[in-house]
């Protein structure tokens, strides 16, 4: 009997130091982590690019059900052929709310370096689908064509026929033709200002507000210090990618300096009031910056957010990081509030991150657990194959 105790005892032990050995390890691996190539980052943002590293983590991966709301549906959700100038069709998504009409509408340009294989309505419907239920809006996610297929100027012909489209239909679709605005990330930030560009230029639909993600605004050779600090792709944008979406996008060289690819170098003079959200490790951080400085330069009333401690794209994450979540949060509450009466005003915050301490702890505990099961598959991996 004693002896069993015995053993008993040196197996709790045993247990309990292998356990304090594998808790110190992944605080230790994570931590690693966190001291990046061109700096560090914080423990959520580390094992995320970790994750996305080792192919775990996609933008179009469907959240775990914890992580959504629950209740009756609010949106009904549907696809919708929109006509373009040359004579087809580009097939969009469309979330409408049940109740109620006269809703404001958002056309929605996602993001994928204006390229096939990148990005379409799908790889962002999460951040559409949360645009509609924060702003109680119609959010129409535009389909438009891509390169190498259609290069420019089909992207921005079709989503600029898009916003048409919204504008003659909207009390069919329950919306409100004198509020609609327009929203993209990346390349689909880039085509969401130039909409705004040619609608003012061509006396098209007045636009509420544009809320740009990260958005890309020049296509000529700019020494911004962004660009080459963090063009590796580890932070998933790469020089490579950039230079391949030029390439394809505007394969013609005079078309670099163009106010409608690089909206940076265009008159911005009535343009509607901005949201332009930047992230501290991306290649398009200062261009967005610069670009937000040149709108307020115009007399357009524009906010700039820049998220410290996180990378391209990082609002596509929200579900899983406070900071795209906070993000998202702002420019939801700037696309149901903003007066286009707004007087001229240029605000400029940086956000390091949350000040609650339960939030705080929350992000914590959380990167440490994605940190485990990271670990434990690359642990189960190299198993295996020593095994086989």
């Not at 050995?21 to 691996?29: E, K």
């Not at 891509?146 to 048409?164: G, K």
């Not at 909207?170 to 689909?188: K, R």
Request: aromatic fraction near 12%; proline fraction near 5%; charge should be negative.
């Amino acid at each position: 009997m004693k002896r069993n105790l015995h053993r008993m005892r040196i197996f709790v032990m045993i247990s309990s130091l292998t356990l304090i050995v594998c808790a110190l390890s992944v605080v230790l691996i994570v931590h690693y982590w966190t001291h990046t190539e061109a700096g560090r980052v914080p423990p959520k943002t580390a094992v995320v690019l970790q994750a996305i590293n080792e192919n775990l983590v996609t933008t179009d991966m469907k959240a775990p059900q914890f992580l959504t709301s629950s209740g009756s549906a609010r949106f009904t959700r549907e696809y919708v052929e929109i006509p373009v100038a040359d004579g087809s069709t580009i097939t969009s998504k469309m979330y409408r709310p049940i109740e109620g009409d006269s809703h404001p509408i958002i056309l929605y340009y996602h993001g994928g370096a204006f390229m096939e294989g990148y990005g379409d309505i799908e790889t962002h419907d999460n951040i559409v689908r949360a645009l509609a239920t924060r702003t109680n809006s119609i959010v129409i996610a535009v389909g438009y064509r891509v390169a190498p297929t259609y290069p420019f100027p089909t992207a921005i012909e079709d989503s600029y026929d898009a916003l048409n489209w919204a504008y003659m239909n909207a009390f069919s679709i329950g919306g409100d033709p004198n509020h609609i605005s327009v929203a993209g990330d990346s390349a689909g930030g880039n085509i969401a200002t130039v909409v705004s560009l040619m609608s003012r230029d061509r006396n098209g639909p007045d636009i509420q507000s544009q809320a740009l993600f990260y958005p890309l605004t020049t296509f000529q050779d700019v020494d911004f210090d962004s660009r080459y600090k963090y063009d590796s792709g580890y932070y998933l944008l790469s020089r490579s990618v950039m230079l391949r979406a030029r390439d394809t996008y505007t394969p013609q060289e005079s078309l670099w300096s163009h106010a409608y690819t690089s909206p940076l170098n265009a008159d911005l003079e009535g343009l509607p009031p901005a949201i332009v959200i930047t992230a501290e490790f991306d290649p398009l951080r200062d261009e967005g910056e610069e670009y937000a400085r040149r709108l307020a330069e115009s007399g357009v009333p524009v906010v700039n957010y820049r998220y410290n401690g996180v990378m391209h794209g990082f609002v596509s994450f929200y579900e899983v990081m406070y900071r795209g979540n906070h993000a998202l949060a702002e420019a939801a509450l700037f696309l149901r509030t903003t007066d286009t009466s707004t007087e001229s005003m240029y605000q400029f915050q940086v956000f390091d991150g949350a000040t609650n301490t339960r939030i705080q702890l929350r992000e914590e505990a959380e990167a440490y657990a994605i940190g485990t099961f990271l670990i434990g598959k690359k642990a189960l991996s190299l198993f295996y194959s020593i095994v086989q």
